[in-house]
C-alpha cells in the first residue's frame, strides 16, 4: 500500500532531555536529506538501514542552523509502519522539536493524525486490530499488571487464539460442504451431526473461557469502580486522601462539604481502583448538595466495590440503614471510622447488619486502619491469585461484546443441530460467529470503525 509521508512529534510536550520528530512514508528519506547535514556530504538515503548519525538540521530558506540532532533512518518494510522511517532526535524543549517539525512539513510531510503511525502498521499489515489497540491500554496502563495484560496482547496471544478459533469453524463448514455433496452414504447425515456439535461445543468453550477472563481484565485495564458511601461528615473524603496518600478533596467540619463526585486513580496492592468520593447522602433541601446527591445515587448504580463509612461516635440511623439497602446484592466494605472518639455507635447492630461484609474499623484523623482496609481490598479481589503472567485476558469492551454476539451465535448453531434444524441454517450460524469473531481482529470491520478507534491515540504515536 502507498500512502503520502506523515511527520508528527513523537515524544511528550514539554521540557525533556531529548524529543523526537517521527516521519514515515515514502519521502521520509528525501524530506530528511533536505535539512540534515551530517560530517561529510553522506546522505541519508545511502547510509545503512538501522543507523544513527550525528548533524545539524539546516533551514533551507535562510541556510541557518535551527537544530543539533541524532537521526535514526530505518528502511521498510522492517520498521513500526512498515514504511521508510526517519526519527530526528532534538534537544528536548517546545522550541526545538516544533522548529524542526515545522521545516520537516514545509517540506512536503503531512502532520499526521493521532495514531496515525499505528495505523499504518495495522493498514500495512504489521499487527491485527487487537493488537493495536493493545498499543493504546499498553500507554494508558496504570500498573505493572495492566501493563502486562496489554503487552500479551500487542504480542498477538489473543489474536492466535481468536485466529484458531475462526480456523476450526471454517474447516467445520468445509467438512459439512464436503458431506453434503455425498448424501448417498447412509451414515453422511449422522456423522455430520456429530461432528458439528463436537467443533461448535469445543469452540463455545473456548470462548466461555475468554469470557470469564473479561471481568478481571477489566478490572486490571480500567481500575476497579470503587464508590465512598456514607453519610454527611463520616470522613469520606477524608478516606480519598488516604488512599491516594494525597490532599485530593476537600475536608471540613461541615456536612454536605462535597458537592460533586472527585475520581481519583490509585493503586491499591495491585489493584488498580477508580475511586469515587460522593456527596453525602441525606435528604436535603440545598439545591447544589441535592443534585450532588442524585449523581451519588448515579454512580453508586455502576460500582464494582462499594466502601461504606459510617461513624463511631454517632448513633446509627435510618439514613444509615437505607444505605445498606442500597448496596445489597454487590460487594462492600464496611468501614467504621472515628474511633478515636468516643463510642455511640451500636456495633452488635452494624454487625448483624453488615454480616455478609467485611467490617474495618479507622481512624482517619490518627491514621489507623489503612492497612487493614488496604489488605481487605485486594484479598476481595485477586485473593492473591491473579498473574497476569501467562494468562491471556480479554479486557477491551469491544472485544468483550464481540465475543458473547459469537457465543450466541454458535449456541443457535448447537441447538439446531440438536433440533434437526436444517443444515443451511446451521451453516449460516456457524458463518455469524466466524464473522464476529474476526471483527475482534480486524478482519471484516467498517472503516468508520478503524477511524473512530485510532483516533483515541496521542498524537505522534
Ligand atoms: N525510537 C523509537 N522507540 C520506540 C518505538 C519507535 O517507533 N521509535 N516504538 C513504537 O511504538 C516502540 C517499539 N516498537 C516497535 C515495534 C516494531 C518495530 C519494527 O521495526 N518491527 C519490524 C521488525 C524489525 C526487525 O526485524 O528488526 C517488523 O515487525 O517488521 C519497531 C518498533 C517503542 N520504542
Ligand atoms: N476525630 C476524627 N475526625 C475525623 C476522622 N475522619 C474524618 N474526620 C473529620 O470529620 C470531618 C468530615 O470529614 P470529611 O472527610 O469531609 O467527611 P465527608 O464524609 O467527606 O463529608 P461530606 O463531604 O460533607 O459528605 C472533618 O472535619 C474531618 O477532619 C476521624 O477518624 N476522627
Ligand atoms: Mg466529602
Request: with cysteine; charged share 30%; proline share 2%.
Amino acid at each position: 500500500m502507498e500512502f503520502d509521508t506523515i511527520a508528527a512529534i513523537s515524544t511528550p510536550m514539554g521540557e525533556g532531555a531529548i524529543a523526537i520528530v517521527r516521519l514515515s512514508g515514502e519521502e521520509a528519506f528525501a524530506i530528511a536529506d533536505r535539512l540534515f547535514k551530517g560530517l561529510g556530504s553522506k546522505k541519508l538515503k545511502d547510509v545503512p538501514s538501522h543507523t544513527i548519525h550525528y548533524g545539524h538540521i539546516i533551514d533551507p530558506a535562510t541556510g541557518e542552523t535551527a537544530e543539533e540532532v541524532m537521526v535514526s533512518v530505518m528502511r521498510g518494510p522492517k520498521t513500526f509502519t512498515k514504511e521508510d522511517v526517519v526519527e530526528i532526535n532534538c534537544h528536548g524543549g517546545l522550541v526545538s522539536v516544533n522548529r524542526v517539525l515545522q521545516l520537516v512539513l514545509n517540506q512536503g510531510a503531512r502532520l499526521a493524525e493521532p495514531g496515525e503511525f499505528t495505523k499504518r502498521a495495522f493498514l500495512n499489515g504489521r499487527i491485527d486490530l487487537s493488537q493495536a489497540e493493545a498499543v493504546i491500554d499498553l500507554i494508558r496502563a496504570k500498573t505493572d499488571r495492566a501493563m502486562n495484560v496489554a503487552l500479551n496482547q500487542m504480542d498477538g496471544r489473543l489474536s492466535r487464539l481468536i485466529r484458531k478459533l475462526r480456523q476450526e469453524i471454517l474447516e467445520t463448514l468445509a467438512h459439512v460442504e464436503v458431506n453434503i455433496d455425498y448424501p448417498e452414504y447412509d451414515d453422511v447425515e449422522e456423522m455430520t451431526h456429530r461432528m458439528l456439535l463436537d467443533k461448535s461445543r469445543f469452540v463455545l468453550k473456548e470462548i466461555e473461557k475468554l469470557l470469564q477472563t473479561s471481568q478481571q481484565g477489566k478490572i486490571l485495564r480500567e481500575g476497579l469502580s470503587t464508590v465512598i458511601v456514607g453519610r454527611p461528615n463520616v470522613g469520606k473524603s477524608s478516606l480519598l486522601n488516604s488512599l491516594v496518600h494525597e490532599n485530593k478533596a476537600i475536608v471540613t467540619d461541615i456536612p454536605g462539604t462535597t458537592r460533586d463526585v472527585i475520581e481519583e486513580y490509585v493503586n491499591v496492592r495491585g489493584v488498580p481502583l477508580r475511586l469515587l468520593d460522593t456527596a453525602g447522602i441525606r435528604e436535603t433541601e440545598d439545591i447544589v448538595e441535592r443534585i450532588g446527591v442524585e449523581r451519588s445515587r448515579q454512580v453508586l448504580k455502576e460500582a464494582d466495590l462499594i466502601l461504606l463509612v459510617l461513624n463511631y461516635s454517632d448513633d446509627f440511623t435510618e439514613e444509615d440503614r437505607n444505605l445498606f439497602r442500597a448496596v445489597e446484592g454487590m460487594d462492600v466494605i464496611v468501614i467504621v471510622n472515628k474511633t478515636d472518639l468516643p463510642q455511640k455507635l451500636d456495633m452488635g447492630e452494624v454487625k448483624e447488619l453488615a454480616s455478609q461484609y467485611k467490617i474495618v474499623t479507622t481512624s482517619l484523623k490518627e491514621d489507623e486502619g489503612i492497612d487493614e482496609l488496604e489488605e481487605a481490598i485486594s484479598s476481595l479481589f485477586f485473593s492473591g491469585s491473579i498473574e497476569a503472567g501467562d494468562m491471556t485476558y480479554v479486557s477491551n469492551s469491544r472485544h468483550i461484546a464481540l465475543l458473547n454476539q459469537a457465543k450466541n451465535a454458535i449456541e443457535e448453531a448447537i441447538s439446531g443441530v440438536e433440533m434437526g434444524t436444517p443444515i443451511d441454517i446451521v451453516q449460516i450460524d456457524l458463518t455469524r460467529s466466524w464473522e464476529l469473531l474476526g471483527e475482534i481482529i480486524g478482519d471484516s470491520v467498517h472503516e468508520s470503525l478503524i477511524d473512530q478507534l485510532f483516533s483515541q491515540f496521542c498524537l505522534g504515536k
